[in-house]
């Protein structure tokens, strides 16, 4: 069985954010319970609820784990040192994707692994060398390919993933134009993650559109953790919050003749969940009329901690 928990649920910066006087993060920093803190979105996988995979490594991973009990170090023999985790999974190289792994740097052996762009840029920031490839060691990520996980000592995890691309652009710090601009074939990728026997489950938690091969991957899936990021392209223009549409961000909004819950509409995915929301999204707020829209058709909105098993 293929047990997740979501470690975070949100955006870029979580929610609420840091610097953000809107009205959805003033609601959470005041503990209203209709509009629920998230952190960064991340999960962590298991087959065997023993050893687990951390898909994605967000700034706030160390309060992650620690609100997590899954993923709490045990007493094992005489050793004073332990983890629970045993891998990680990126599906990019943004910062919020990245820059958890920077709290793993304590000689706990993992594997890691990611496509070679993402690879590509943890090798040209030194910082990344804190993680001792000889204790940490980096295996490629293939595309369009099955592949079973293994630990830093080469175990099996009984967990199998495959990576796809997904419609997306180069991550923010790496962007030349004032323009979104698309990486190679595996800067920002989807996930399909299974345990031995079951159904997959699918994690894409960044894309630009529904492409027809991506529709058809996904058509009868169990469980798709969708990109959430915007309820509509010019939300963070009209909240005053930026001057980027979703589209030059690099993501799908969930309203509108072209967003996700129409592209989704006909494709027969038993479980959708919304996954990645930025603070300016009315859906994470519990009392609002896009919360409503979603729920009617169908959508779960992540929530930090949240348990699914596949």
């Given at each position: 069985?293929?047990?997740?928990?979501?470690?975070?649920?949100?955006?870029?910066?979580g929610?609420?954010?840091?610097?953000?006087?809107?009205?959805?993060?003033?609601?959470?920093?005041?503990?209203d319970?209709?509009?629920?803190?998230?952190?960064?979105?991340?999960?962590?996988?298991?087959?065997?609820g023993?050893?687990?995979?951390?898909?994605?490594a967000a700034?706030e991973?160390?309060?992650q784990?620690?609100?997590?009990?899954?993923?709490?170090?045990?007493p094992?023999g005489s050793?004073v040192?332990?983890?629970?985790?045993?891998?990680?999974?990126?599906?990019?190289?943004?910062?919020?994707?990245?820059?958890?792994?920077?709290?793993?740097r304590?000689?706990?052996p993992?594997?890691?692994y990611?496509?070679?762009?993402?690879?590509?840029?943890?090798?040209?920031?030194?910082?990344?060398?804190a993680?001792?490839?000889?204790i940490?060691?980096?295996?490629?990520?293939?595309?369009?390919?099955?592949?079973?996980?293994?630990?830093?000592?080469?175990?099996?995890?009984?967990?199998?993933?495959?990576?796809?691309?997904?419609?997306s652009?180069?991550?923010?710090f790496?962007?030349t134009?004032?323009?979104?601009?698309?990486?190679?074939?595996?800067?920002?990728?989807?996930?399909?993650?299974?345990?031995?026997?079951?159904?997959?489950?699918?994690?894409?938690?960044?894309?630009a559109a529904m492409?027809?091969?991506l529709?058809?991957?996904?058509?009868g899936?169990?469980?798709v953790?969708f990109?959430?990021?915007?309820?509509?392209?010019?939300?963070?223009?009209?909240?005053?919050?930026?001057?980027?549409?979703?589209a030059?961000?690099?993501?799908?909004?969930?309203?509108?003749?072209d967003?996700?819950?129409?592209?989704?509409?006909?494709?027969?995915v038993?479980?959708?969940?919304?996954?990645?929301?930025n603070?300016?999204n009315p859906?994470l707020l519990e009392?609002?009329?896009?919360?409503?829209?979603?729920?009617?058709?169908?959508?779960?909105?992540?929530?930090?901690?949240?348990?699914?098993?596949?």
């Amino acid at each position: 069985m293929l047990k997740l928990i979501v470690l975070g649920a949100a955006a870029g910066g979580g929610f609420p954010q840091w610097n953000s006087a809107g009205p959805g993060c003033r609601r959470a920093r005041a503990g209203d319970p209709a509009a629920r803190p998230r952190t960064q979105c991340a999960l962590a996988a298991s087959a065997d609820g023993e050893r687990w995979v951390l898909v994605n490594a967000a700034p706030e991973l160390t309060a992650q784990i620690a609100a997590t009990p899954a993923l709490h170090p045990r007493p094992v023999g005489s050793a004073v040192r332990h983890s629970p985790i045993a891998a990680a999974v990126l599906t990019g190289a943004e910062v919020d994707t990245i820059a958890g792994l920077l709290s793993l740097r304590e000689r706990h052996p993992f594997a890691l692994y990611a496509t070679a762009p993402t690879h590509a840029v943890l090798a040209a920031n030194p910082i990344f060398g804190a993680l001792n490839p000889a204790i940490v060691p980096r295996r490629d990520l293939p595309l369009e390919a099955p592949l079973d996980l293994r630990d830093a000592g080469g175990e099996p995890l009984g967990l199998s993933v495959e990576a796809y691309p997904v419609p997306s652009k180069v991550p923010l710090f790496q962007e030349t134009r004032d323009e979104a601009e698309p990486g190679e074939p595996g800067t920002t990728i989807g996930l399909a993650l299974r345990a031995e026997g079951r159904r997959a489950v699918h994690f894409i938690p960044g894309c630009a559109a529904m492409t027809d091969d991506l529709h058809a991957r996904l058509r009868g899936a169990e469980v798709v953790l969708f990109d959430g990021t915007l309820w509509r392209d010019d939300e963070m223009i009209r909240a005053g919050a930026g001057p980027k549409t979703g589209a030059r961000m690099g993501h799908m909004s969930i309203s509108g003749e072209d967003g996700t819950l129409a592209a989704f509409e006909d494709l027969g995915v038993r479980r959708r969940i919304l996954v990645h929301l930025n603070n300016t999204n009315p859906v994470l707020l519990e009392d609002s009329p896009e919360r409503a829209m979603v729920a009617a058709a169908g959508w779960e909105v992540a929530e930090d901690g949240m348990e699914i098993t596949a």
